[in-house]
């Protein structure tokens, strides 16, 4: 087990991380080039236009993000929010008046 | 028996488990998806079996194309549901799973809607159970609320087929359409297990309470029997494309920012489900061969998704987001799976979800919905986004969590089952001449040619380097230790709120009225007093003495009476 401990993993060196991102980026530039040399047929004027999946993809990842965190402010309660006791909307009926 | 009705293999498996223990047990768990297969592979279509009863025209057996890919698709996921949860010592949940998938397979050979009806029931009375047995007091609740909707869903299928079959249609279930008497009801009956936006909750809400074991089999079936319905009674239906739209886009922005990992999944269920909706839809030839195509993979692709997150939460005892992460460390293996499940649920070229997904955004094109196209695109980019990385990342990367040193690959059968769903995944994506000859109609239709494969990299791929400049720049929203409301908060918090305001402004009246009565009582009571109390004229002697009285006062009058 404490050898098991020292081990280290594919990703516990900092260089394979930049290695997948610097990946990553190479595999998009190389496929918006393949728009300047294959011809794409198109079902729709819009598809035509140069790097339209791309620029698309991008930018519906980048809203979905940014809508869902301010969504997120409206939304997020406590992870125990369903589990307690309802919250009394007008405290003082509980009392009892005759007392 | 097995080519008359399909869905006795799995039935009766399922009463020979509950009487049968060990080995045995596990042998007729293995067997009956098999034979039950074996009788779907003998159906010929056009048979159809019908009888008489009460006066009624009952159809239990209709076999068509339609009917025997769903046959299909169900035995292959309760196979492989049945294989991964093998280890499992629990004959409750043995029992569930094999009579829910027998109930999703008599649903889709039902021929009328009373037969219908009743296997819609069962769906809901079986499956209740996977959520019950992980057997705390979340599921408990949680599998009530899931009940009441799905028996809720059936009490409108009765009604709404009532209604139907009054109007002079008789009971067979084809095309209904909501112009017909009663077509609304069922319409929204099919809606609420289909996950139609505002009636999806249950699904988020429970299948995430389920056993490990249990949401691999719910994520197969009772979504998939209503995707069945609305294309046998509802194609071509327009609002369906509109509704259908909702469902792909709405869901990726809960499951960007849900904590619970099999929640993610179960909000992507629904993006997914979007799809086939508008498929069904849009009702050409292409568009339904797409949305059942994509009923099909989607069954084995958010099987297998489900299943590695099964396995996380089968070994560490946890699933959410915030608190796992390094998993690869330990479970490459499972990693590995999970990750060809991701590539198939956002429809890598050469994996599943490519194949049948790109139907349904090839249909919406061609029929010039531009709107619903872009959508769909959208969805597209966000499932690979929230289901194709998120899932993965934050299970098995992000930063290391305490669960690494003590974690490991789950059990053997886990494993294969994952495999076998992987294999599935990667088959059907690079060979799907198999499942398009299975399909309804014969539309030539081949995913494969460069246009199609470059555009669809070109989407995943600056999605992902979206992914990771966002993550990078830290504008990504963290995984926190929280719940986000949804459409359940409605019933699960406002409802009762309310009743509780309610009651709290009543309490004033209420009073009033108790301090009436007692008021009123009092009043009686003393009235009482001044005439039996001590000095009240009724109690001057004992009651003995007064009945001597009239005794005597009796007799003498009858004394009076005889002589006169």
């Known amino acids: 087990m404490s050898a098991d401990k020292q081990k280290t993993y594919l990703f516990d060196n900092p260089r394979n991380v930049r290695r997948v991102v610097l990946g990553l980026v190479g595999a998009c530039v190389i496929l918006i080039g393949l728009d300047l040399v294959v011809h794409r047929h ?34 997020i309660r406590k992870e125990d929010y369903y589990d307690e006791t309802l919250p009394s909307a007008n405290p003082s009926s509980r009392e009892d008046p005759r007392a | 028996m097995l080519e008359s009705w399909p869905a006795v293999a799995l039935l009766l498996g399922a009463a020979l488990v509950a009487v049968s223990r060990g080995q045995v047990r596990m042998l007729i768990m293995l067997a009956a998806p098999l034979l039950g ?16 009863m009460m006066g009624l025209q009952l159809t239990p057996v209709r076999v068509d194309k339609l009917s025997i890919l769903f046959g ?62 992980r057997r705390s007091k979340h599921s408990l609740s949680t599998g009530m609320r899931y009940l009441v909707m799905q028996v809720g869903s059936g009490v409108l299928l009765l009604a709404g087929a009532i209604w139907y079959a009054s109007a002079g249609n008789g009971l067979t279930f084809d095309y209904i359409g909501l112009d017909a008497p009663g077509g609304w009801l069922i319409f929204i009956a099919f809606g609420i297990k289909a996950g139609f936006p ?23 079936f009772t979504t998939k029997v209503a995707i069945y319905s609305l294309a046998r009674g509802f194609p071509g239906t327009d609002v369906l494309i509109v509704i259908g739209t909702v469902m792909a886009c709405f869901p990726i922005f809960f499951a960007v920012i849900e904590n ?10 629904i993006n997914q489900l979007g799809f086939m909706v508008v498929g069904i839809g849009i009702g050409t030839q292409l568009a339904l ?64 979800g490519f194949v049948s997904k790109s139907m349904v955004v090839a249909a919406a094109i061609h029929e010039g919905h531009t709107v619903v196209w872009l959508a769909l695109l959208f969805a597209a980019a966000g499932v690979f986004h929230h289901a194709g990385i998120k899932i993965p990342f934050f299970a098995f990367f992000a930063h290391d969590s305490r669960y690494v040193d003590t974690a490991h690959e789950p059990p053997v059968n886990m494993l294969v089952a994952m495999s076998l769903g992987a294999l599935l995944c990667v088959g059907i994506g690079s060979f799907p001449g198999l499942l398009y000859s299975l399909l309804p109609y014969d539309t030539g239709f081949w995913p494969y040619d460069v246009s199609h494969v470059l555009s669809q990299l070109q989407l995943l791929a600056f999605s992902a380097l979206a992914f990771t ?15 986000h409301l949804d459409v359940d908060w409605v ?62 006062v009796m007799l003498g009058l009858s004394l009076a009476l005889y002589y006169a």
């Open chain 2, 72 to 133: 299909y698709l169900f035995h292959l996921a309760a196979f492989i549901g049945v294989v991964y949860s093998l280890h499992i010592k629990d004959r409750m949940q043995d029992v569930a799973a094999l009579a829910y998938a027998g109930s999703a397979v008599g649903a889709v050979f039902a021929g009328d809607l009373l037969t219908l009806f009743v296997f819609w029931e069962l769906l809901a009375v079986t499956s209740v159970f996977l959520v019950l047995a």
């Open chain 2, 37 to 52: 297969a074996w009788g779907v592979y003998q159906l010929e279509p056009g048979t159809v079996i019908e009888f008489q």
């Open chain 2, 198 to 220: 505002l009636l999806h909750s249950w699904l988020t809400d429970a299948y995430p309470e389920a056993t490990p074991t249990g949401t691999v089999f719910l994520s197969a």
């Open chain 2, 260 to 269: 619970d990992l099999r929640r993610v999944l179960a909000y992507s269920l």
């Open chain 2, 469 to 483: 400049w966002l993550k990078l720049a830290g504008i990504y929203p963290p995984e926190l230790k929280s719940v």
């Open chain 2, 289 to 352: 061969n797409g949305a059942v195509a994509h009923a099909f993979t989607d069954v084995i692709f958010k099987g297998l998704l489900m299943m590695s997150m099964g396995a996380v939460l089968h070994v560490t005892g946890e699933m959410r987001g915030s608190e796992l992460g390094g998993l690869y460390k330990k479970m490459p293996k499972t990693a590995i799976l999970c990750m060809v499940g991701a590539a198939s649920i956002s429809a890598f070229p050469l994996f599943s």
């Open chain 2, 491 to 552: 019933y699960r918090r406002w409802v009762p709120q309310a009743i509780q305001t309610a009651l709290e402004r009543l309490a004033p009246v209420d009073r009033s009225l108790r301090d009436k009565s007692l008021a009123l009582v009092d009043a009686t009571l003393s009235m009482l007093a001044r005439h039996h109390g001590s000095y009240g004229l009724l109690a001057r002697s004992w009651p003995t003495g007064s009945m001597v009285i009239w005794v005597a």
């Open chain 1, 42 to 75: 198109v079902s729709h004027p819009w598809e035509a236009m140069f790097g339209f999946y791309a620029v698309y993809g991008f930018v519906a990842c980048v809203l979905l993000v940014l809508l869902a965190k301010e969504m997120r402010k409206v939304l």
